[in-house]
């Protein structure tokens, strides 16, 4: 059902490199659902399940294929500055401007401390949203990505809005438009997106895709 998710299906007019990045965002979830599907076996570490995320699926070449998924992906690769986003996702046609690539960070999410500053939450904006809006990492494009991998049973819904709370009351983070539910994408309820200034002022967004792997995790 899902390798016919319709990755093209755009709702209104919104700029090219926010649907060339909803395309490559379908096709992250398909990969998702694939792993959901094949039961594929996973740890509680962001790492591990990246990798598996990366290497086996969105590598894979008979996947790539018939997602006609037409990029370099690579995870933590360095950019300028020796700084590594988890995902780099860079079309072979822009290979003369090393500037020219999509990011994405991944955070595992756990049905602990919820709202605490110290609780993953806090560190999905800290150490998330505040590393694309602070430019630790480049947004060539002006559009990121954050992946939530979630781990154990949690309500996704309430937990955004668990972000949500904890986004407002950071003050290092412009926010102009908090977390909400997008809907680009079929058959997958758990996407959103945020919208934001970076530290020059400059109008980012970011996307948030909250990907439930709990049953993929020995208990």
């Known amino acids: 059902m899902f390798n016919n998710l319709d990755a093209t299906n755009f709702s209104g ?29 996973l740890i509680k570490d962001e790492n591990k399940i990246r990798d598996v995320l990366v290497n086996d699926y969105l590598n894979n070449p008979t996947i790539k294929k018939e997602l006609k998924l037409e990029y370099f992906i690579n995870p933590e690769v360095p950019e300028r500055n020796n700084k590594r986003p988890d995902i780099k996702f860079q079309s072979p046609n822009t290979l003369y401007n090393p500037e020219q690539y999509y990011s994405i960070e991944c955070k595992v ?8 500053a110290k609780g993953l ?25 954050m992946i939530g991998f979630i781990v154990d049973k949690l309500d996704i819904h309430k937990n955004t809005e668990n972000i949500n709370s904890l986004l407002q009351s950071n003050k290092d983070i412009n926010t ?26 400059q109008k980012l967004k970011i996307y948030h895709l909250m990907f439930d792997f709990k049953e993929n995790i020995p208990h």
Do not use: Q
């Not at 649907?19 to 594929?40: P, Q, R």
């Open 121 to 145: 939450n806090a560190k999905y904006v800290y150490n998330g949203i505040y590393r694309f809006t602070s430019n630790y990492y480049s947004s060539f494009y002006r559009v990121n990505a």
């Open 176 to 201: 102009t438009k908090e977390i909400t539910k997008s809907s680009f994408i079929k058959d997958f309820e758990y996407h959103y997106h945020s919208e934001h200034l970076d530290k020059e002022n």
């Open 13 to 41: 007019s919104i700029p090219f490199y926010d649907a060339n990045f909803e395309d490559i965002l379908s096709k992250i979830t398909i990969c998702y659902h694939k792993m959901i599907e094949n039961k594929e076996p």
């Open 109 to 116: 999410l756990k049905n602990e401390n919820l709202t605490g």
